[in-house]
């Protein structure tokens, strides 16, 4: 097995984005008490290490023939392995700093829906519902989620899946031909095998009763 690519999620925008968020509740809660500011400060400081290490335990990989998400931490580990059988389409997600940064998340939906979906007026997973304009929905063991240059990841990936779909009809198309053949060599052969059957009928080889048995038989082959 080849790797087309390999990455991990860019942790840069992880901090950027507490960074700013951190400052903004600090600065308003400091307004109201220092303590309850500094209490806050600590247990978001907390948080964000736990989000942080989950995030860098994913590891993403492209293959010749799959996409694989790996995660393996203190927690415990989970490995999620599709093949481009498997994958329908890519949707790249990005928000503001995502963009600004360059960088954002590929969601994969498949032919099972269980990837990814879309969600109108109530509240399901990977189930379209009337009512409002559906959004995108996902969940991060099944995409690959703030990568660098998601782009550049995506149209490998679509390069890639659109080879194995020509390679893959054409092993369908061969093996239809296969088939076309196979029941054509079948059905000269029992024209043969009936016309036998009749010539021994005809020169009395061989009772009614017999010829009806056996040309049963060939049919039911």
């Not at 023939?65 to 990005?94: A, C, P």
């Not at 990837?115 to 995409?143: D, K």
């Not at 080879?163 to 198309?173: D, I, P, T």
Request: overall charge positive.
């Amino acid at each position: 097995m080849s790797y087309l690519w390999v990455g991990k999620p860019f942790l840069k925008k992880t901090i950027v984005k507490f960074a700013i968020i951190l400052t903004i509740i600090f600065t308003l809660l400091l307004f109201i008490n220092i303590l309850l500011a500094s209490s806050w400060l600590i247990l978001a400081s907390m948080l964000f290490v736990v989000y942080y290490y989950n995030k860098r335990a994913y590891t993403y990989y492209v293959t010749d023939r799959s996409i694989r998400v790996e995660k393996s931490w203190v927690f415990g580990n989970y490995v999620r392995e599709l093949t481009f059988d498997q994958i329908r389409d890519i949707h790249i997600m990005q928000g503001i700093l995502a963009r600004a940064m360059r960088c954002g998340s590929l969601a994969f939906a498949t032919t099972a829906g269980l990837e990814v979906g879309h969600i109108g007026a109530g509240v399901g997973r990977g189930v379209i519902i009337g009512g409002t304009a559906p959004r995108l929905i996902t969940w991060r063991g099944g995409r690959f989620w703030d990568i660098p240059e998601p782009q550049m990841v995506r149209e490998i990936l679509m390069g890639k899946i659109a080879e194995w779909r020509e390679v893959a009809q054409q092993q369908k198309m061969a093996a239809s031909l296969e088939k076309i053949a196979e029941a054509k060599i079948r059905s000269e052969t029992l024209v043969d095998e009936l016309e036998r059957l009749k010539q021994l009928l005809d020169k009395g080889a061989i009772t009614r009763e017999e010829f009806e048995i056996a040309k049963k038989k060939l049919l039911e082959k």
